[in-house]
């Protein structure tokens, strides 16, 4: 497929596991961006890939959540020790090159994480 | 005061009229907007975006921009039912530390009845 695929699509947790959330953005795309989307509310950033480097990653809640893109392509989003409060919708977002105002993010379907 | 903000809704309109959806934002620095439209359960699908001040048409979808006022909106015209959605505004900064991360507001939904 031509667009940005995102797995699992819903994910069920107990509250003090780890789960793992993986991005495969659209082949080529330099720029990676995840965001948490609660329930009525607008996407929030949570971190931002260039190729393999974090450059940003000032809106990720806690330590208990990390990410990584090791060869630039696929990312992976990890929160350890879920809570509660960390169910939500998780979005990826690819755009094809780096820093520009004027590149179109494009969205991955999320993955819906309920935590019990 | 938040970032981005939307008129709360929900909005409901009749279908065949206008649905006006606005958006202020704080940093004067933001450089590029966008509405993205999202269907319950959906991922975020772009509309239009808009850079400069002014109107930007593309359809039924008008964009208006005025960053002395801090000020974005959209209009859509004839709504359909099939319109009914979450509307996000969305602003952008791509200097600095920024790296284009988009800033959202918390939408508005917006419904077209027959």
């Known amino acids: 497929g031509a667009g940005v695929s995102q797995s699992p699509r819903y994910k069920v947790a107990k509250r003090g596991q780890d789960v793992a959330l993986r991005c495969d953005p659209i082949s080529g795309h330099v720029s990676l961006f995840w965001y948490q989307q609660a329930l009525g509310q607008g996407p929030e950033f949570l971190t931002y890939?260039?190729?393999?480097?974090?450059?940003?990653k000032s809106g990720l809640p806690s330590d208990r959540f990390f990410a990584e893109r090791p060869e630039g392509s696929v990312s992976t989003l990890k929160i350890q020790r879920t809570q509660q409060e960390d169910s939500a919708v998780y979005l990826c977002a690819s755009s094809p090159s780096a820093l520009s105002s004027t590149d179109t993010q494009y969205f991955g379907p999320g993955t819906r994480l309920t935590v019990l | 005061q938040k970032e981005v903000e939307q008129n709360s809704g929900p909005l409901s309109v009749p279908e065949g009229a206008i649905a006006s959806l606005n958006c202020t934002y704080s940093?004067?620095?933001?450089?590029?907007f966008f509405w993205y439209r999202q269907y319950s359960g959906k991922s975020p699908e772009l509309i239009m975006f808009i850079y400069s001040n002014g109107d930007k048409e593309d359809g039924r979808f008008t964009a208006q921009l005025n960053k002395a006022s801090q000020y974005v909106s959209l209009l859509i015209r004839d709504s359909q039912p099939s319109d009914s959605a979450t509307y996000l505004c969305?602003?952008?900064?791509?200097?600095?530390?920024?790296?284009?991360?988009?800033?959202f507001g918390q939408g508005t939904i917006l419904t077209v009845h027959p």
């Open positions: 890939f260039q190729n393999e480097a974090q450059l940003d």
């Open positions: 969305a602003v952008r900064n791509a200097g600095g530390t920024s790296y284009g991360k988009l800033t």
């Open positions: 940093d004067r620095g933001s450089q590029s």
